[in-house]
């Protein structure tokens, strides 16, 4: 009895937006996902417009993407999948472009339902101006989001996120049915090394002084969207602990160099992700100082994962889905946002390690 051979399943197709940040971007996080998963993928990068651009550039730069994403629904055999909040040509949202991107959408979803294939929408991050629970008075970028949000997210198969707590808010929020939401939590990326595994790398305080605990913060660092980086430097400067270190990395961070002179808070900028891994690794805990209301409520950091992946323990400001991951498993603590201060006070504190 012949037993036939098992095919393989048709390669994802991931459309995202050109990537700035190589290891706390959109596509970088789902990328490491389907890596852990072994989940066979091609990536499908594409020009993401630039505001300062002249109209005509912008628009060529829209045309262009919609193209490719028309070509890969028409020749795809698996499924397709769009980043959100990345959608080519929509993003970033505004009025004249709300009636065509979601006419442009429409098509490709009618292609893709002849086919018989899966149009679906993965929600990896969402910006803090599509949220109108935290605008006091909503602006037109938030409005158009809801309207673009409320048709797109009822023309896709599936919506794929990284939490439950970010599903059931836009499921209430938007009146979507739940068997819509495919939850799928943010991966350890794969961190390997050249020869053996290398254990993590302990870095040196100056000669004939003890070792310092490093505490280290990746992600964006723009003041216009502080995600509690300020009141982490504050807490750190108020305690002044000689036994400790605090790093960060990422983009928009310049005017940490610029208004904290301190030699125990250092700005790395935004780094390779094998530089980035490399510092991580060398660090003792990963800090995540997120703000415990609005935004923050909903967010999955896919710092947490990161993290993880490094192998280094994570203390984050209770935010529900950082409560959720420790419950699982996670090494590391929760502290209030109020009190980060605490955890520079003394090392007897802090979580082991």
């Known amino acids: 009895m012949t037993v036939p051979a098992r095919t393989a399943p048709p390669p994802t197709v991931l459309i995202r937006g050109e990537l700035r940040d190589p290891v706390d971007g959109c596509g970088a996080r789902r990328h490491h996902d389907l890596e852990a998963q072994s989940v066979p993928h091609r990536i499908v990068i594409l020009p993401v417009a630039d505001p300062a651009d002249s109209l005509a550039k912008r628009m060529g730069c829209h045309v262009e993407s919609i193209?490719?994403?028309?070509?890969?629904?028409?020749?795809?055999?698996?499924?397709?999948?769009?980043?959100?909040?990345?959608?080519?040509?929509?993003?970033?949202?505004?009025?004249?472009?709300?009636?065509?991107g979601l006419l442009i959408f429409w098509v490709i979803r009618c292609v893709m339902s002849l086919r018989g294939r899966h149009m679906v929408i993965d929600i990896v991050d969402i910006n803090r101006w599509q949220f109108p629970s935290l605008n006091r008075a909503l602006s037109s970028r938030a409005r158009v989001s809801r309207i673009w949000e409320w048709c797109l997210f009822r023309l896709v198969d599936r919506i794929r996120i990284p939490g439950c707590h970010l599903a059931d808010w836009l499921r209430r929020d938007l009146n979507l049915a739940p068997n819509l939401f495919d939850i799928r939590p943010h991966q350890p990326p794969r961190i390997s090394f050249s020869g053996e595994d290398k254990p993590r790398p302990q870095t040196g305080s100056p000669a004939g002084e003890p070792h310092r605990v490093r505490f280290v913060y990746v992600g964006g660092l723009d003041q216009g969207e502080d995600r509690g980086v300020s009141w982490l430097i504050r807490c750190f400067l108020r305690a002044d602990p000689l036994w400790a270190e605090l790093i960060l990395a990422g983009q928009a961070g310049e005017w940490i160099t610029q208004q904290v002179a301190h030699p125990r808070v250092n700005y790395k900028g935004l780094l390779g992700e094998r530089e980035l891994i490399e510092l991580v690794r060398s660090c003792d805990y990963g800090i995540i100082p997120y703000p415990e209301w609005g935004y923050y409520k909903t967010v999955l950091p896919a710092k947490l994962s990161f993290y993880e992946g490094c192998g280094i323990s994570v203390i984050s400001t209770r935010i529900p889905e950082a409560v959720d991951w420790f419950a699982r498993g996670g090494k590391g603590g929760i502290i209030p946002y109020l009190e980060l201060s605490r955890i520079f006070r003394s090392v007897s504190s802090l979580p082991s390690t």
Not at 81 to 95: A, D, K, N, Q, R
């Open 67 to 100: 193209s490719q994403v028309i070509r890969e629904a028409l020749s795809v055999d698996g499924d397709l999948i769009l980043y959100y909040p990345e959608v080519p040509f929509f993003f970033p949202p505004s009025v004249y472009k709300l009636i065509p």
